[in-house]
């Protein structure tokens, strides 16, 4: 064995030992993603979100904590969940199914029973050894495609420590490691996970602070300081900007983003994401009010449009 082999391995050993048995909660683990990154990638999506963007496609990543999710149309009315639910949050009232979910506490007995699949807890504590070991089973597919993991959500950074622990170990077995952030964070905890990643992904919805905490629940300042700190780093950055009817579909705010983003040193290129209303069923399955239940989608034309805008400076800019 070469020194360097002995070295490597230590270090491969160490970073296990360290993080291996760190726990955080995530949602999915989705193989064979292509929109998060280059390549073939594996995306794992956190539980638990610092912002409230009212267009969310994944409310399931919001709240931190594992919760049941309803998909009240596949129901049988086998009666099967009441039994089983000793917490006593399925009820009938006036002759209709309702479900109290204060009283749940996501155990997960009803869902393991409902045949019809209605039910399903959503949230999963894993240790960064469960998610390695799941993301290094297409360890051949980011070979060929120069692909690698992804940590989206949700926010990574709200479970830093997981979030960390699966870079640093993916980052030892030889993977490229990228994560999707809002970037809304001291500036410290952003930098804490930088020398394990070798791609930033970040969202800049609006340029208006004001704009921005209406539809997001938070204002922009920090979020922007911290795009011009990454925009200076060493690492590939990519800025994406989610297209909302209303919001920001218009020359004007693209433009505005996009003058922005054309001043980060480091920027690969901007990507403009058509807004899309697949959430409904999510929303109501958690119960959780859908403020962008009837939106419709930008067209082609308006994001070709909005994408030409953004090239005007100067920038490699392209639409999802
Ligand atoms: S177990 Fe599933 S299918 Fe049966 S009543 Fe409950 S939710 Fe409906
Ligand atoms: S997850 Fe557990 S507590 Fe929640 S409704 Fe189902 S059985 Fe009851």
Known sequence: MEPSDKVLQQEKVSARAQWGTVTGTITNIQRFSIHDGPGIRTTVFLKGCNLRCFWCHNPETLRPQPELQIFASRCIGCGEC????????H???????????EKCIACGACAETCYAQTLQ????????????????RDRAFYETSKGGVTLSGGEPLLQRDFTYGILAVCREEGIHTAIETAANFPWERIASILPVTDLVMMDIKLMDSAKHRECTGVPNERILENAKRLGE????????????????????EVAAIAAFVAQLPNLVY??????HPMATSKYDGLDMEYRARTLKPPSKATMDELTRV????????RHG
């Open 233 to 252: 780093q060493p690492i590939p950055l990519i800025v994406r900007t989610p297209i909302i009817p209303g919001v920001n579909d218009t020359p004007e």
């Open 121 to 136: 807890i959503v949230g999963e504590v894993k240790t960064v050894d469960q998610v390695v070991e799941e993301v290094l």
């Open 91 to 101: 009820v009938i009232v006036d002759g209709q199914r309702k479900f109290l979910r």
């Open 310 to 317: 953004a090239a005007e400076y100067g920038i490699r800019a």
């Open 82 to 89: 009441f039994k089983r639910c000793a917490q006593g949050a």
């Open 270 to 275: 901007y990507e403009l994401l058509p807004f």
